[in-house]
T-cell receptor, first 111, second 112 residues
Framework: DAMVIQNPRYQVTQFGKPVTLSCSQT?????MYWYQQKSSQAPKLLFH???????NEADTPDNFQSRRPNTSFCFLDIRSPGLGDAAMYLCATSTRVGEQFFGPGTRLTVL | GESVGLHLPTLSVQEGDNSIINCAYS??????FIWYKQESGKGPQFIIDIRSNMDKRQGQRVTVLLNKTVKHLSLQIAATQPGDSAVYFCAERGNAGNMLTFGGGTRLMVKP
């Protein structure tokens, strides 16, 4: 089945230790998104790619970076995680105008 | 817009009853709206969508109503089942590409 896959599902890191979350898709969508979702809150868009064009939301901290080496894969790098970065991180994909399909998310814990 | 609260509004219904979840959106230029269902520990799952040139759309057991005059969106679930228990988010697409702005979310609890 075509889908959006996120690995790992659960990630534990230490304060200040870089961490990378990954997302892959078999939908061949040209747009990929990364969202941060904290407990009892709506998903908050961090950035997105139209093909290889990177678009950063204005309030996304510099601590968050992303890479998209090809159509299928997208990575979220957190350079120096703080306690406030503990959250669920959601990857989504879409065509240029269609609905967004979400992955299952990676829950990040920062110790 | 985004929720900034720590507590989601909760709707509690009896199994078999109909549920109505409401959402107020902010951008009068939004042209597309989606309802997502999010179960605990999972990503949001698409339920139903509606374009701004419509005021009602029906799916299987779900209906979305759009009132552009008051910028209001609702999701009706018929014969609510325990498997419907989840958090429901509305999302709107404005005039900035395919970006979605999520509403604050409502927790639906279904009592057997």
């Amino acid at each position: 089945d075509a889908m959006v896959i996120q690995n790992p599902r659960y990630q534990v890191t230490q304060f200040g230790k870089p961490v990378t979350l990954s997302c892959s898709q078999t939908l061949n969508h040209n747009v990929m998104y990364w969202y941060q979702q904290k407990s009892s809150q709506a998903p908050k868009l961090l950035f997105h790619y139209y093909d290889k064009d990177f678009n950063n939301e204005a309030d996304t901290p510099d601590n968050f970076q992303s890479r998209r080496p090809n159509t299928s894969f997208c990575f979220l790098d957190i350079r120096s995680p703080g306690l406030g970065d503990a959250a669920m991180y959601l990857c989504a994909t879409s065509t240029r105008v269609g609905e967004q399909f979400f992955g299952p998310g990676t829950r990040l814990t920062v110790l | 817009g985004e929720s900034v609260g720590l507590h989601l509004p909760t709707l509690s219904v009896q199994e078999g009853d109909n549920s109505i979840i409401n959402c107020a959106y902010s951008n009068s230029a939004s042209d597309y709206f989606i309802w997502y269902k999010q179960e605990s520990g999972k990503g949001p799952q698409f339920i139903i969508d509606i374009r701004s040139n419509m005021d009602k759309r029906q799916g299987q057991r779900v209906t979305v109503l759009l009132n552009k005059t008051v910028k209001h969106l609702s999701l009706q679930i018929a014969a609510t089942q325990p498997g419907d228990s989840a958090v429901y988010f509305c999302a709107e697409r404005g005039n900035a590409g395919n970006m979605l702005t999520f509403g604050g979310g409502t927790r639906l609890m279904v009592k057997p």
